[in-house]
């Protein structure tokens, strides 16, 4: 588990913090292989924005000590972040 607090001016020239948390469970599989799942959380920034979640997973192989391969996929479930694709 990860917590946080920001404090930082938007684009309209006003400061604003805002909590940010992050939990995540992992496992590994069969010999070289893991997943796990991931929620982030950020309350409102601004005025202007809402809480943002997001809940992801990703699976992961490791060739090595040193070489990993990931891929992840996540689902914002409330708000809009960072990068926004719609």
């Keep these: 588990m990860n917590f946080g607090f920001l404090n930082e001016e938007d684009d ?3 400061r604003f913090t805002a ?11 069969a010999a070289g292989a893991g997943a796990f799942t991931e929620f982030s959380f950020e ?3 601004t005025s202007e924005d809402g809480s943002i979640l997001i809940l992801g997973g990703e699976f992961t192989y490791l060739f090595s000590d040193n070489a990993q391969y990931d891929i992840a996929l996540g689902i914002g479930v409330r708000g809009v972040g960072v990068p926004d694709f719609s």
């Design 12 to 14: 309209l020239g006003k």
């Design 19 to 29: 909590a940010l948390a992050n939990a995540s469970l992992g496992f590994d599989t």
């Design 43 to 45: 309350s409102s920034g």
